[in-house]
């Protein structure tokens, strides 16, 4: 997680197309180092009415995702995913998990639909189905694609209000923060994703 002093190409183009989220990603660091860091940015670069950009940038990132997964030879869906124990296909369906819940459940919050019993609880490290196949790990894209741009609509003009959603790594952002964080989140996986496919590609 965190970028390099020389930016591979895939970031390169992320960086082109998402500059906020990658902004955010290079403030947090390694290892959630730069949480004070991560919410200056958040708090620089999210403001009311900004849910329209800040989810083209997510799509720019869904796009590199669905890339990343192209270039994974088909061997390495089952190789270490780079996170945990896991493989390739589990990180994949992981983050795409996160990529639907987080802005929904933010916009649940901005919406004052936030439910007073059993409210939604962050958990980090849940891995996706250690067998899924590329088609269906596209589909799970597609539907964190659909679920974003419905949550980015009730998010739109709520940016700023806070949020009861606690991240037991990240605490708590404010509403619209969560939108482009799930963005930040793609980065942090797809960095291992390349790293993953460089391996396996070889020379």
Request: glycine share 8%; net charge negative; charged share 25%.
């Amino acid at each position: 997680m965190g970028a390099t002093s020389s930016a591979p190409s895939w970031l390169a183009l992320a960086e082109g197309g998402a500059p906020d989220t990658v902004a955010a990603w290079r403030a947090l660091g390694n290892a959630f180092a730069g949480l004070e860091s991560l919410r200056k940015v958040l708090t620089e670069r999210v403001t009311d009415g900004d849910a329209p950009r800040i989810l083209r940038e997510q799509e720019v990132l869904a796009g590199a995702l669905e890339e990343a997964l192209a270039e994974t030879p088909d061997g390495a869906l089952r190789a270490p995913g780079g996170e945990e124990d896991w493989n390739v296909a589990q990180t994949f369906a992981h983050v795409t998990a996160a990529r639907r819940f987080l802005p929904t459940w933010a916009a649940m919050a901005a919406a004052g639909n936030w439910p007073a019993e059993e409210p939604p609880t962050v958990r980090p490290s849940i891995p996706g189905d250690p067998r899924a196949t590329r088609e269906e790990l596209l589909v799970l894209l597609t539907k964190s694609r659909r679920s974003q741009e419905r949550s980015a609509e009730q998010l739109n003009g709520h940016e700023t209000e806070p949020c009861q959603l606690d991240h037991p790594l990240v605490g708590r952002l404010r509403c619209g923060d969560w939108l482009l964080f799930a963005g930040v989140h793609d980065l942090m996986h797809l960095e291992q994703l390349h790293r993953v496919a460089d391996l396996h590609r070889g020379p």
